[in-house]
């Protein structure tokens, strides 16, 4: 809601410097986004006087001007000197102030004003019209002032259009703030200041009745709840007056006409949107025009004000003539069978309220927000429509030379009762923590435009205003109460709370060591939608085994933000793919948070936790001694590998992935994680395939884990180890296999074998050679340590061990010590 500050300072007293205002606001509740200088675009826009006015010697239709604007153009010696400007309108003369755009100016639509040649003719600027200027509709000729202009003067000045703007984020449950009559309220609670607001009121009704000419019927009165019509006759469409059109400009819309400007400025002023029909283009029967506000009927369409043929729905209201066809969508846009133009003569004003629900999801459903929709969707006031429809009589009255109709008709089948509320002084003292009297409390209220009355008993009764739907209990009138009083007053105590220590639970704190460790790792945390693109799985090629089904959002707010997550990993990958496009080479991210498994025949989700991961790139940049190894498989297991320590994790094991399990993840470049024989999760190369559906062309390795089971398995406390005091023996072993022996096959087959003696075995070559080793087959060499906790190996001891493990070994897996 664009707040113009002349405006609102016509109905409230201001602060002098508008940020006042703007801190004040913020402190209860109003954000205010930007503050704007109206006026700073006619930069360069002055007050001109026509010195001199030729024929183009190229043109039987331009003019060749002598304009001065005193001071601001001077020669060569400092002396004012005119402009020579060549203008196309017609409606000027010698000697007549006007308003000229100089060199430098930049117009409403970004339009710069440069030296030109027009017709062969140097144009050093240019006279501008009320629509060049932005402030109204009439581009018939260039705007004319009044002879006592001063010549020289910034147009911006002189005209009053220097004004600021504050542009306030309006929250859903405010209706009433998306009005200046609203916020004037609200600024006066808020400053403790008095209003004035003066409202338009009719001169003179005159002729037949609106009721002679007009009969309305609601049929679907869970879609209106309130239609009030009003005739006026005889309008003269033209352009706006100066003030009104400067007023819908400061709002953020752009003059039209008179009769268009009238139901905006209305808008504006009173938060309850209008629609003018033109009477003449409703059919007629028994001497009246029939409105009738309906359900759609199945496959009706409409042409609305845009031009656009809507397809609409049975839940959604229109404005029909006499029942059959639809002349406005209710609420959201007029129909362009119905519209003013230059021919109307005959008006028929309409003041409504519609129900918001239905208007919320008509909007977006056609993709056709308004002004009026946005009001609508928040609620309007009802009980208030039948004294906006005479505001706006009176404008046509005054601004369109119309004459009003005598009285109105006002189809009204359940008024509105305004809420009563009883509020207690102790209980807000009590919620509120702080010392706020009675009368404080009283005062406040009022000042909102609540009726309080005290009671005996100490409460107090509270009448709501209608336009306040948000004040509906004790609660909303306490918080009202504390905002402006001020959250800051209150005076900070600790809480009451005996025999409880806070602090956060096991669960809490592993979870954090585990975005400690991954940060620790060099990841960075990241924080991705949990809403999904239908088909991310399918587009990732993850297999849905294990998932449940996809849990769809009825009303998206987004097309690719249809269903709720069901991995972390396509959210990642779109952050990969939005870094490398952005020339992040290195990306190393993670993320902690819930996926959504559906069921078919259960209500609610599981929403289990997962940890997912994403590497890309190198561990850092290139150096000018040394070049980074690219991220591969090994980076990730290492990741998964310092986690699971981290968190005091045993028994881990990490096992092949089967690539028909895991089509995601490149072959021989994937394994699940096991620890205590529960699978956690799986890392791996993610395939090129799925990297390409999210445009990636590198490498991108990545794991994904249950962090419920990270959880569960994970220790306080590792049995205790004594440091080892005797010393180690090792031997080098390497054994010639077949290709499909894992390592960590050996690794299990020589733990086995070498008892109590052997300390560790570590992998630290692989050798494939086809005539030395043999095809199909890989020489794998391993370091074996041994030791005893009580004494020092002997030489035969370790002798006898070694002999055994290796025959052992040999034998269960078909291998031999290689030579």
Same mark, same amino acid.
């Given at each position: 809601?664009?707040?113009?500050?002349?405006?609102?300072?016509?109905?409230?007293?201001?602060?002098?410097?508008?940020?006042?205002?703007?801190?004040?606001?913020?402190? =209860?509740?109003?954000?205010?986004?930007?503050?704007?200088?109206?006026?700073?675009?006619?930069?360069?826009?002055?007050?001109?006087?026509?010195?001199?006015?030729?024929?183009?010697?190229?043109?039987?239709?331009?003019?060749?001007?002598?304009?001065?604007?005193?001071?601001?153009?001077?020669?060569?010696?400092?002396?004012?000197?005119?402009?020579?400007?060549?203008?196309?309108?017609?409606?000027?003369?010698?000697?007549?102030?006007?308003?000229?755009?100089?060199?430098?100016?930049?117009?409403?639509?970004?339009?710069?004003?440069?030296?030109?040649?027009?017709?062969?003719?140097?144009?050093?600027?240019?006279?501008?019209?009320?629509?060049?200027?932005?402030?109204?509709?009439?581009?018939?000729?260039?705007?004319?002032?009044?002879?006592?202009?001063?010549?020289?003067?910034?147009?911006?000045?002189?005209?009053?259009?220097?004004?600021?703007?504050?542009?306030?984020?309006?929250?859903?449950?405010?209706?009433?703030?998306?009005?200046?009559?609203?916020?004037?309220?609200?600024?006066?609670?808020?400053?403790?200041?008095?209003?004035?607001?003066?409202?338009?009121?009719?001169?003179?009704?005159?002729?037949?009745?609106?009721?002679?000419?007009?009969?309305?019927?609601?049929?679907?009165?869970?879609?209106?709840?309130?239609?009030?019509?009003?005739?006026?006759?005889?309008?003269?469409?033209?352009?706006?007056?100066?003030?009104?059109?400067?007023?819908?400009?400061?709002?953020?819309?752009?003059?039209?006409?008179?009769?268009?400007?009238?139901?905006?400025?209305?808008?504006?002023?009173?938060?309850?949107?209008?629609?003018?029909?033109?009477?003449?283009?409703?059919?007629?029967?028994?001497?009246?025009?029939?409105?009738?506000?309906?359900?759609?009927?199945?496959?009706?369409?409409?042409?609305?004000?845009?031009?656009?043929?809507?397809?609409?729905?049975?839940?959604?209201?229109?404005?029909?003539?006499?029942?059959?066809?639809?002349?406005?969508?209710?609420?959201?846009?007029?129909?362009?069978?119905?519209?003013?133009?230059?021919?109307?003569?005959?008006?028929?004003?309409?003041?409504?309220?519609?129900?918001?629900?239905?208007?919320?999801?008509?909007?977006?459903?056609?993709?056709?927000?308004?002004?009026?929709?946005?009001?609508?969707?928040?609620?309007?006031?009802?009980?208030?429509?039948?004294?906006?429809?005479?505001?706006?009589?009176?404008?046509?009255?005054?601004?369109?030379?119309?004459?009003?109709?005598?009285?109105?008709?006002?189809?009204?089948?359940?008024?509105?009762?305004?809420?009563?509320?009883?509020?207690?002084?102790?209980?807000?003292?009590?919620?509120? @923590?702080?010392?706020?009297?009675?009368?404080?409390?009283?005062?406040?209220?009022?000042?909102?435009?609540?009726?309080?009355?005290?009671?005996?008993?100490?409460?107090?009764?509270?009448?709501?205003?209608?336009?306040?739907?948000?004040?509906?209990?004790?609660?909303?009138?306490?918080?009202?109460?504390?905002?402006?009083?001020?959250?800051?007053?209150?005076?900070?105590?600790?809480?009451?709370?005996?025999?409880?220590?806070?602090?956060?639970?096991?669960?809490?704190?592993?979870?954090?060591?585990?975005?400690? =460790?991954?940060?620790?790792?060099?990841?960075?945390? =990241?924080?991705?939608?949990?809403?999904?693109?239908?088909?991310?799985?399918?587009?990732?090629?993850?297999?849905?085994?294990?998932?449940?089904?996809?849990?769809?959002?009825?009303?998206?707010?987004?097309?690719?933000?249809?269903?709720?997550?069901?991995?972390?990993?396509? @959210?990642?990958?779109?952050?990969?793919?939005?870094?490398?496009?952005?020339?992040?080479?290195?990306?190393?991210?993670?993320?902690? @948070?819930?996926?959504?498994?559906?069921?078919?025949?259960?209500?609610?989700?599981?929403?289990?936790?997962?940890?997912?991961?994403?590497?890309?790139?190198?561990?850092?940049?290139?150096?000018?001694?040394?070049?980074?190894?690219?991220?591969?498989?090994?980076?990730?297991? @290492?990741?998964?590998?310092?986690?699971?320590?981290?968190?005091?994790?045993?028994?881990?094991?990490?096992?092949?992935?089967?690539?028909?399990?895991?089509?995601?993840?490149?072959?021989?470049?994937?394994?699940?994680?096991?620890?205590?024989?529960?699978?956690?999760?799986?890392?791996?190369?993610?395939?090129?395939?799925?990297?390409?559906?999210?445009?990636?062309?590198?490498?991108?390795?990545?794991?994904?884990?249950?962090?419920?089971?990270?959880?569960?398995?994970?220790?306080?406390?590792?049995?205790?180890?004594?440091?080892?005091?005797?010393?180690?023996?090792?031997?080098?072993?390497?054994?010639?296999?077949?290709?499909?022996?894992?390592?960590? =096959?050996?690794?299990?087959?020589?733990?086995?074998?070498?008892?109590?003696?052997?300390?560790?075995?570590?992998?630290?070559?692989?050798?494939?050679?086809?005539?030395?080793?043999?095809?199909?087959?890989?020489?794998?060499?391993?370091?074996?340590?041994?030791?005893?906790?009580?004494?020092?190996?002997?030489?035969?001891?370790?002798?006898?061990?070694?002999?055994?493990?290796?025959?052992?070994?040999?034998?269960?897996?078909?291998?031999?010590?290689?030579?």
């Amino acid at each position: 809601m664009r707040i113009s500050y002349e405006w609102l300072g016509s109905m409230v007293d201001l602060p002098d410097d508008p940020k006042v205002l703007y801190r004040e606001l913020i402190r =209860t509740g109003t954000e205010v986004e930007t503050i704007e200088n109206v006026g700073e675009h006619l930069d360069h826009v002055v007050i001109g006087q026509v010195v001199s006015k030729q024929p183009h010697p190229d043109s039987d239709h331009m003019w060749l001007c002598k304009v001065s604007v005193g001071d601001q153009n001077t020669d060569a010696e400092g002396n004012p000197a005119p402009l020579q400007i060549v203008c196309g309108a017609q409606n000027f003369n010698e000697g007549d102030k006007i308003v000229v755009a100089m060199i430098g100016a930049v117009l409403p639509g970004d339009f710069k004003i440069k030296k030109s040649k027009l017709r062969g003719v140097e144009s050093c600027g240019m006279n501008c019209s009320e629509r060049e200027l932005g402030l109204g509709g009439d581009h018939s000729g260039i705007m004319i002032l009044p002879p006592d202009a001063p010549v020289g003067m910034p147009f911006s000045q002189y005209h009053g259009t220097s004004d600021v703007v504050l542009d306030c984020e309006i929250t859903p449950n405010r209706p009433d703030c998306l009005s200046y009559v609203g916020m004037a309220t609200e600024v006066g609670a808020v400053l403790d200041e008095d209003t004035h607001i003066e409202l338009p009121a009719i001169a003179s009704e005159e002729g037949p009745r609106s009721a002679d000419l007009v009969d309305v019927r609601i049929d679907a009165t869970e879609l209106c709840s309130r239609y009030v019509a009003r005739v006026v006759r005889g309008v003269k469409i033209g352009p706006s007056p100066e003030w009104l059109a400067r007023r819908v400009i400061a709002a953020g819309s752009r003059p039209i006409n008179n009769v268009v400007d009238v139901t905006n400025y209305v808008m504006y002023l009173t938060g309850q949107p209008l629609h003018a029909f033109d009477l003449g283009k409703l059919s007629e029967r028994d001497g009246k025009r029939h409105i009738v506000v309906r359900a759609v009927e199945e496959g009706e369409e409409l042409t609305t004000l845009d031009g656009q043929e809507r397809a609409l729905t049975s839940d959604m209201a229109v404005i029909s003539d006499d029942g059959g066809r639809a002349v406005a969508l209710a609420g959201v846009m007029g129909g362009l069978n119905s519209e003013i133009d230059d021919t109307t003569v005959d008006v028929l004003l309409e003041s409504a309220c519609f129900d918001k629900s239905h208007i919320s999801r008509t909007s977006r459903n056609l993709n056709l927000m308004s002004e009026a929709s946005i009001r609508f969707e928040r609620q309007v006031d009802a009980a208030s429509c039948d004294e906006v429809v005479d505001i706006a009589a009176a404008l046509f009255e005054s601004c369109c030379g119309a004459t009003v109709c005598r009285g109105r008709v006002d189809e009204y089948p359940a008024p509105v009762e305004a809420a009563q509320i009883t509020l207690r002084p102790e209980r807000v003292r009590t919620v509120c @923590g702080a010392p706020i009297t009675d009368d404080e409390m009283a005062h406040l209220l009022e000042r909102l435009g609540c009726a309080v009355v005290p009671k005996r008993d100490g409460v107090l009764q509270v009448v709501a205003p209608t336009s306040r739907p948000d004040l509906a209990r004790e609660a909303d009138l306490i918080e009202e109460v504390l905002r402006l009083w001020g959250m800051d007053r209150v005076e900070a105590t600790l809480p009451g709370a005996k025999n409880h220590h806070g602090g956060l639970t096991v669960d809490q704190q592993r979870s954090q060591l585990i975005g400690e =460790t991954l940060r620790a790792c060099g990841l960075s945390q =990241t924080f991705t939608y949990s809403f999904a693109q239908d088909g991310d799985l399918e587009r990732t090629q993850i297999s849905e085994t294990g998932r449940g089904v996809p849990v769809r959002i009825m009303n998206p707010l987004l097309a690719d933000q249809s269903e709720m997550r069901r991995s972390i990993l396509p @959210g990642l990958l779109r952050s990969v793919a939005y870094n490398l496009d952005h020339g992040v080479e290195n990306v190393a991210l993670y993320e902690q @948070g819930r996926v959504f498994f559906g069921h078919e025949k259960r209500t609610l989700p599981d929403e289990p936790h997962y940890v997912a991961g994403v590497l890309a790139g190198a561990w850092g940049e290139d150096g000018w001694n040394e070049k980074r190894a690219k991220l591969d498989f090994f980076d990730a297991k @290492g990741v998964v590998e310092r986690l699971l320590s981290a968190l005091r994790i045993t028994k881990v094991r990490f096992k092949a992935a089967k690539p028909e399990e895991y089509p995601w993840l490149q072959p021989g470049r994937a394994a699940e994680v096991y620890a205590e024989g529960e699978l956690l999760g799986w890392v791996g190369n993610v395939h090129p395939s799925s990297l390409a559906n999210f445009g990636i062309n590198e490498d991108v390795v990545a794991f994904e884990l249950s962090e419920a089971h990270l959880l569960r398995l994970a220790k306080r406390e590792l049995p205790y180890v004594d440091v080892p005091t005797m010393p180690a023996i090792t031997h080098d072993l390497a054994i010639v296999v077949d290709e499909d022996v894992s390592c960590e =096959t050996l690794e299990q087959r020589m733990t086995s074998a070498g008892g109590k003696l052997l300390e560790g075995a570590r992998l630290f070559d692989v050798y494939r050679d086809p005539i030395r080793v043999g095809v199909g087959k890989k020489s794998m060499a391993f370091e074996l340590t041994y030791r005893a906790a009580d004494h020092t190996l002997t030489s035969e001891e370790v002798e006898k061990a070694h002999e055994k493990l290796v025959k052992k070994v040999c034998r269960s897996t078909g291998g031999e010590v290689r030579g």
